[in-house]
């Protein structure tokens, strides 16, 4: 079973479960009291970013330029490139195991057909899910968290694991069991759209660094983070592009703010000069590449400007 924990437990259906949740979760936001993070921003991501700073980078679903994405040889190519963090999402196989799967159904990545929760782990792993890709991945499997996690722990990459759809806290455990397992709690961070799954985590691990991702933030970000206990925000860039400001407002807030999925060097320098903390991207490898080359450029460009002065 390749050390993949198993359990006997059937789940509903998500899709319901997430919608219903979502409901709720709004609600709650209002009249809930906020629960107060046990870890911080700062602590998380060594710093908030100024305008200017290099953001950390998260390559998402591994380093989708080399492979096909959420598969080993994916995450290999992103701990390869110097990413600090790789990102995946997470689902939950009919028997209860964490599989690594962004779309609700493995049509799209896999030559199976139908929803990822009718699936056993055995069934789900007997998948292909490279040759949609290119010939050379034919075979590649969809993994479980518990080999994501073996393929990290010797290295220095950090994993953000994105629940899909609602968690509950007995799923939750099972989740919080692997990292400790493998020795990583102080190396995962998790984030979701769905307040009630981070509500959930803070009961199972409330020491685990949770991120709330909204594509949009209306009012006061603090009330947002405050309500699951999150450290930051991850939103997107067309949000902070309409919104000048809100790097700003979520930094006095003592929140760290991610944008997702940005892939060309324009996005990139946009959020840099914001001060944004963490780039989520397809081409970490390139995204690293330019990162360095920006810091290389930045001198040179001040002793040209200076030699004119002078």
Request: charged share 20%; proline share 5%.
């Amino acid at each position: 079973m390749n050390g993949v924990s198993m359990t006997t437990v059937r789940w509903p259906d998500p899709r319901g479960l997430a919608a219903a949740a979502a409901a709720i979760g709004l609600v709650l936001v209002v009249v809930l009291s906020p629960d107060a993070a046990r870890v911080h921003a700062a602590d998380v991501f060594q710093s908030l970013r100024a305008p200017g700073e290099a953001a950390f980078i998260a390559g998402h679903r591994g380093d989708q330029e080399g492979a096909p994405e959420n598969t080993l040889p994916a995450f290999e190519l992103a701990i390869a490139s110097q990413a600090q963090f790789i990102e995946t999402d997470l689902q939950l196989t009919s028997d209860g195991v964490p599989v690594l799967m962004h779309d609700w159904t493995v049509d799209r990545t896999t030559d199976g057909s139908g929803p990822v929760w009718t699936y056993t782990w055995d069934e789900l792993s007997r998948l292909d899910a490279g040759r949609w890709y290119a010939d050379e991945f034919t075979g590649t499997r969809v993994p479980a968290l518990s080999q994501l996690l073996d393929l990290v722990r010797s290295s220095n990459t950090r994993v953000l694991l994105e629940l899909k759809g609602s968690w509950n806290v007995a799923q939750l455990q099972f989740v919080a069991d692997d990292i400790e397992r493998f020795g990583l709690d102080g190396r995962v961070i998790v984030a979701s759209f769905d307040i009630m799954s981070l509500k959930a985590l803070a009961t199972v691990a409330p020491d685990m660094p949770r991120l709330v991702i909204s594509r949009t933030i209306a009012g006061d970000p603090a009330i947002l983070a405050a309500t699951c206990g999150a450290v930051a925000i991850v939103t997107s860039a067309r949000f902070v592009r309409d919104n000048p400001d809100a790097v700003t407002r979520i930094h006095e807030a003592g929140l760290g703010v991610l944008l997702y999925t940005l892939n060309d060097k324009e996005t990139w320098s946009d959020a840099t000069s914001l001060g944004v903390d963490g780039i989520i991207t397809d081409l970490p490898a390139q995204l690293d590449r330019w990162l360095a080359d920006t810091r290389l450029a930045a001198p040179a460009a001040a002793a040209t400007l200076e030699t004119r002065r002078g």
